[in-house]
């Protein structure tokens, strides 16, 4: 039976062109040649979710929405999770505050960290993340990743549109804490939770 914590990676945009997709095989390569975590990925795109409209958070009274429900069970199970973010105007998007509202038990007393792009690395937006996170008593990795700057021309479509590994170098050993610090505190949380709840 494998004992490793189960992290997910949340793709945080939705939109047709998102740039997206490109990090997040990166990650899930990244992750495949560890032997301490599972990554796998919940995109938001494969989850019909409406805008929070239920009368509270399903810490306080079940979601009515089956849609809710269904991301709320598709998250249960995980024992962490990577939010893989870019920054709109400052902040995360849209699509991804929405999902972190439609669900409250099942972030409860969870680890997360996260990955950014953009020109300033998604730094904003990982901040306001990080705050969020903690309204919904997650607890935030001090370690994140960033791809900015040249290094993002290097490897977005508007740049040179190179593959990850074109800048690997300068982005692996931030992954590679990320990964470390998020794997600690996904098994020391996994052993306390069943104590607390």
Not at 49 to 71: C, Q, Y
Not at 145 to 155: E, M, P, R
Request: charged share 20%; proline share 6%; no cysteine.
């Amino acid at each position: 039976m494998n004992t490793s914590p189960r992290l997910a990676l949340v793709i945080g945009s939705t939109r047709p062109q998102r740039f997206a997709d490109k990090p997040a095989e990166w990650l899930l390569k990244q992750a495949a040649e560890r032997q301490d975590f599972v990554l796998e990925t919940l995109d938001l795109r494969d989850f019909d979710l409406p805008f929070f409209a239920e009368a509270g958070s399903n810490l306080h009274v079940p979601s009515a929405d089956a849609r809710a429900v269904a991301w709320q069970q598709a998250l249960s199970n995980y024992d962490g999770f990577v939010f893989l973010v870019a920054e709109y105007n400052r902040s995360i998007t849209a699509a991804l505050k929405n999902a972190l509202d439609q669900a409250g038990v099942e972030w409860v007393r969870k680890p997360f960290a996260a990955f950014g792009y953009g020109s300033v690395g998604a730094a904003n937006a990982i901040q306001h993340l990080r705050h969020v996170g903690i309204e919904l008593q997650m607890v935030p990795s001090k370690f994140s990743a960033y791809l900015s700057g040249s290094d993002l021309f290097k490897v977005h479509p508007f740049g040179l549109n190179g593959p990850i590994s074109d800048v690997e170098a300068g982005i692996k050993p931030s992954v590679d804490a990320m990964f470390d610090d998020l794997v600690w505190w996904a098994n020391t949380l996994r052993a306390a939770r069943p104590a607390a709840e």
